[in-house]
């Protein structure tokens, strides 16, 4: 709104064809006359002060209600709205159209329009602050801290997720011959107390490596233990196939011939079965229903960068022919073609496999965790995706390094080849943990929509749906491998495994609606009516009593409303953009076209809380101010117009602000806390705060002077370099990577 934006600072200015309160032009004519600047701020020290009171109790305010608005999620755009560009323009579209409406009923004499349509304006608006103030004072914002209920140590290693909420382990017996893999799933239909199912396999060859990796797909799970590839049916463990990796070879087992050693991984399609040895080379191999346990060799290829002797993080079958592929080293989904180019005798052709999409996890960092799951930032809800055959072969890949790291890769399979895979640009999650160590897709309140489970240095973070919000926090171990929510007849739990050498600690704690923060948009009876009685209260006053306390009082409040609003609405870097343009436009308002000194002249004769009034003495009054600028000026005696005015006691003067010159500097404020990594935000606003209060005391050095100041320029000046100066000290270039859209 315009005219909060107003960025004149001063009693008023005289200038040709405007009619100008007699009073404001006395006023300025002896300050054009003081000794000096000094003199001259240390007599209006009292507005001065006041106004700079005003300044900070509005963004405190703002600053104490911002919760509230986090809670309901108060957005103006929406979360995703934080980051587009668009709405800065609209926002100043509303602004100029705010303005030239303004003025232009002015001109035509309507002011009893602008006066009451301004109340129905200010109606809503202050609703923005007493309504959640009134809630602040009865809400309890503490959480109740998340315990361990259950440890208890189970056999067997970490090998994978099972489902939404299981997992699975292995085991491997002891023995040079004659040795078994032991697969068990666990869930939480018996809360975790004994597998769901269990599955043992032959493994016998003692000579090849005992680490058992599976991949997912919509067929089931397929095992590699080095001596064997065998696939079971998800849900119950049913054997579906068994392949041996190797041969026997004078009284001793080999790889199979095309291997290089035992399988680390297998992938099975269709009729194929793809095998992967420790030298980083996929071979395909046909399967025959109607003789089980026989490969014929079809193709080879060499896979390089993954380093599977390394082991494997996650595989997973996204299509009959992309098979998503993550390693320490490396992630990339691999077409999984018929046939190799160039076979001959022996071990064929060696061309690389084709790669339809990479992701490395940066310099000395390595892949920890991966997730395949539906993508947070979809518009369906899951049901709808699950739903809709199309959405069936969209998939979202979320990794985590131990750099701290976090990447989402969108996969839409009706696109082909490399154009299916799109690097999500919305994560902002880095500096989320410093080492992750455990990522998960879920949707832990049933909303229908993804949020994302990230765990790293000792805790769990529940990040909210599409806006990533960190809703909620809880304490794991530092070295923990997985952590999942379940959800059993309505209880729900924060499972975390940890391995311990051959055996894997979980740790299970039940999670209650008192260690969740507040969600969702609070109104409760009692406080509602209350902040409705005061918003009622303030406007009665408005009419009836419209002096400069009551004015302020209402105009404190109206601004941070408007400060907390806007501040949640946009990031830091396009609220410094909003800032930068309503400083140009203020500049030009005041010094060019000089229609915002029409604009405040309007608002103070109406006496509306658009404008912050700082007197200078205690026996000022708005109302006989006002008055009197209504009348018509009087002519001075000649002789008094070439005498020089007398300094006297300024009983009557007052300093004027536009609210504006408040809700610009305080929305950066409470962009930084809303936005920034929580455990530098406070200290980032704060900055921000003193650089704008830096700016107030560089406008009150013009102001003195007697001449009306656009206040936007210093003012939104200081709060951007404060709070590029505090960003760069405890965040560094982080504090400018929101990843900006249109």
Partial sequence: MQAEVGGTMSDAETET?????????????????????????????????????????????????????????????????ATQARYVALELFAIFAFTALIIWLARWGKQYIIKYGMYAVLTLALMYTTVPLAHMLVLDFEITPYEVETTTERNGVFLDTWGDDGFLLYTVSDGEYNTTVDITAWGPSNDFA??????????????????????????????????????????????????????WVDDGPAPLDNMASGCIAAVSSLDAMYLVDAGDQLMRYRTFETAPGVLAFEGRWSIPGFTTSDGVVKSHLLDDDEWLLITPALSGSILLEETSPNLGPGLGGLNNATYLMTQAPGADA?????????????????????????????????????????????????????????????????????????????????????????????????????SLINRASFPVNEDVQTVHFSVEDDEVHLVALSGQDDTTLVE???LTPEMFPLSGLQLLLGPTVAGLAVTLLLLILLVVHSEWYVVNTTGVLLGAGVC????????????????????????????????????????????????????????????????????????????AAVSRPKRRKKRSEAMFMGLGDIIFPGMLVLSAVQWLDPSAA????????VGALLGYLALMTYVARGKAQAGLPLLNGGAILGYLVGGLLFLGGEILRFNITW
């Fill in 17 to 81: 064809g405007r009619e100008v309160n007699q009073r404001f032009a006395e006023v300025e004519d002896e300050l054009r006359h003081a000794d000096s600047l000094a003199s001259l701020m240390a007599e209006q020290w009292r507005g001065m002060a006041g106004m700079a009171g005003m300044f900070v109790a509005t963004i405190a305010l703002a600053l104490y209600i911002r919760p509230y608005y986090d809670v309901g999620e108060l957005h103006a755009f929406g979360a995703s709205g």
């Fill in 194 to 247: 004994d597998p769901i199912w269990t599955v043992t396999h032959p493994h016998n060859v003692h000579e090849f490596q005992h680490a058992v990796h599976a991949t997912s797909s919509e067929v089931g799970l397929t095992f590699a233990s080095g001596a064997y590839a065998w696939t079971v049916n998800n849900a119950t463990g049913e054997l579906l196939e068994s392949y041996a990796c190797h041969q």
């Fill in 366 to 466: 390595t892949f920890t965790s991966a997730d395949v799951g539906w993508s947070p930032f979809m518009t369906q809800t899951i049901a709808e995706a699950e739903a809709t055959p199309d959405a069936e072969e969209q998939r979202f890949v979320l990794l985590g390094a131990s750099n701290g790291a976090i990447t989402g890769v969108e996969w839409n399979g009706s696109n082909e080849g490399e154009d299916a895979y799109t690097v999500q640009d919305r994560m902002n999650l880095n500096g989320l943990v410093d080492a992750v160590s455990s990522v998960r897709i879920t949707d832990l309140d049933a909303s229908g929509y993804t949020d994302l489970l990230v765990a790293g240095d000792g805790e769990a973070h529940w990040l909210y749906t599409t």
């Fill in 508 to 510: 299970i704690g039940e």
């Fill in 564 to 639: 907390v609003m806007l501040g949640v609405t946009f990031v830091p870097v396009l609220a410094i953009l909003f800032m930068v343009l309503a400083a140009v436009y203020d500049f030009w308002a005041v010094y060019k076209s000089k229609h915002m000194l029409d604009l405040a002249d309007t608002m103070v004769g109406l006496r509306l809380p658009i404008l912050l009034v700082a007197p200078q003495d205690g026996d000022y009054s708005l109302i006989e101010e006002t008055e009197r600028a209504k009348q018509p000026a009087v002519s001075p005696p000649p002789e």
């Fill in 682 to 689: 406070f200290e980032v606003a704060m900055f921000t705060l």
